[in-house]
C-alpha cells in the first residue's frame, strides 16, 4: 500500500525539476541525433575506403586514393569529367588510370598543382582497348555520353562474345595495366552491311554516385616523377595477384616497366612494389671500378640513348 | 564597397557556383556580371570577373581562354547592345539571354573543334536553351534584390 502511494505522489503529484529534466534529455537527444548521424557518415566512408582499399593494385602498380571534388560545373564543362584532390603535387600526371573498386573509371585529362580533372570512360572522346574476358575478344570501348550504355567498336562479325560478358583492359595503350575490369556487355547485334559487330556495354560504376576514386601508378614514374615514394602509397608486401585473370588458369605476365631502361639507375623505394631486377649484377665487371653517384634520370621515358649521347655531347664539345 | 554589397556579391558568388554544380553547363554568374556592370562602380564588375574566371576555367575542361572568351563576349554585347536598347529593360535582357545562349553553343563547338573533340550534340542543345531561359529570370531576381539592399539609393 505505501509502495502505491508514493508511485501515486512521484508518478502523478510530485513534479518538481520535471520541466528542467525534460530540457535536459531533449537537448541530450538532440546531440545525440547529431552525433549518430556523424557516426553513420563516417561509417559509410570507412565502408566506402575499406572497397577501394580491398582493390589490389597489378604488379609493379600503386595506387593512391583521391577524394572527388566536383562533378561538371560551370559552362565550360563540356567532357564528361570530375574533379579531383589531387594533382601535380602528389605525382599526378596526364593519363594517370583512375579506378574504383567497381572498375576503371577514366583518366587524368589535366592537372594542376592540387587538383586533376579526370575524363570518364562514358565520355565520347574515351576510347579504351578493351578484351573480353572469357572469349578474349578484343576491341576498342567507347563512350557515348552521359546516361548512354558504352559501344564495342571493331569486333568482327565471327568473333566470339557473349552477353554478361566483363570487358577488362588490354593494356595496349599502355595507359591503364592489363585485366581492369571496364563494363560488362549489354547487347549484341548485327548488321548487315558492317563488318563489325554491333556490341553495347554498360559501366561497372555509378558516375554520380562515386565519392572517393583511386589512381594507379606505375611504381617506378610514381618514384621518378616525386623524388621519392608517395607517403600515401600503400605498400604491397604480399604476392600481388592481377585483378582479373583468364579463364584456364593462365595468369598474364606483367608488363615490363616502362621508362628508363637502366633499373639499377633509380634507387629503389623501399616496400615499393616487386624490386627491380639490376642488369648490372647478372653481367660481372671483369675489374672493379669505383662507384659513380648515379642519379635518377629527370626524363622517364628518355631512352639510355639519348642518356648515352648526352653523356658523350659535352666531351665533343670540349674537344674541339 | 558598403558591407551589405560585399555580403550581396559573395552571395551571388556562393549560390551561383552552388547552381552550376546542381544545373551543368549553365552560367549562373554571368547576369550577377551584367548586373554588376549596370550598378556598381567598373572595379566591382572587374573583380568578380576576375574571380569568376577562375572558377570558369579551373573547374571546366575546355583549354584555358574559353572564360575569358565567354566572359568577353558577353561584356563586348552588352556594351554594345546598351547603346541600342535601355540597359535595364528586361527585353534587352531577354536579348542577351538569347544571344548567349547561342555563343555557348557556338563557343563549345568552336573550341571543340579545334581540339578535335566529339560533343553530344542534344547536351549542347539543352544547355543553350536553359542559359537562354535563365538569364533573364535571374537576371531579374538579382536586380530586385540588389535594389532593395539597405544603404542603396534605390531601395524604399
Known sequence: MHGQVSSFWSRYLYFVGIRQQNDQLLSDLEAAKKELSELRESASEVERLRQLLSMTPPADWTRQGARIISHRLGPNAALETFLIDKGSARGVSVNTPVVSPDGVVGRVLRISPTAATVLLITDPNSRIPVVSQKNRTQGIIKGE?????????????????????????????EIFPKGLPVARVTSIGRSGSSLFQLIAAVPLFAPLQLEEVAMLFKATALTSATGAPATPV??????????????????????????????????????????????VIQAPAPQPVPAKPVEAPKKRDAAPADAEKKRRKPARTTGQ | MRPANIVFWSLVTLLGVWL??????????????????????????????????????????????????????????????????????????????ACLGAMHFFLINVMALLQDWSIPMERLLTESAQQALIFPIEWGLLYLIHHYLPENRHAA
Open chain 2, 20 to 97: 552550376q554544380n546542381l544545373v551543368p553547363g549553365v552560367d549562373f554568374l554571368a547576369p550577377g556580371l551584367i548586373l554588376a556592370m549596370q550598378e556598381e562602380k567598373w572595379t566591382v564588375p572587374v573583380w568578380l570577373a576576375f574571380i569568376w574566371l577562375f572558377i570558369h576555367e579551373g573547374t571546366g575542361s575546355m583549354p584555358f581562354g574559353a572564360g575569358i572568351l565567354w566572359y568577353g563576349a558577353l561584356a563586348g554585347l552588352y556594351f554594345f547592345g546598351h547603346w541600342l536598347f535601355e540597359a535595364r529593360n528586361f527585353l534587352f535582357m531577354f536579348i542577351l539571354g
Open chain 1, 234 to 279: 600503400p605498400v604491397v608486401s604480399q604476392p600481388v595477384t592481377p585483378l582479373v585473370t583468364p579463364p584456364g588458369g593462365a595468369v598474364p605476365l606483367a608488363k615490363p616497366v616502362k621508362g628508363p631502361k637502366t633499373p639499377a639507375a633509380i634507387p629503389p623505394a623501399p616496400g615499393q612494389g616487386a624490386p627491380v631486377p639490376a642488369p
Open chain 1, 145 to 173: 555520353g552521359p546516361s548512354k550504355e558504352l559501344t564495342l567498336l571493331y569486333v568482327a562479325q565471327g568473333a566470339p562474345i557473349e552477353e554478361g560478358e566483363i570487358l577488362v583492359t588490354s593494356g595496349l595503350e
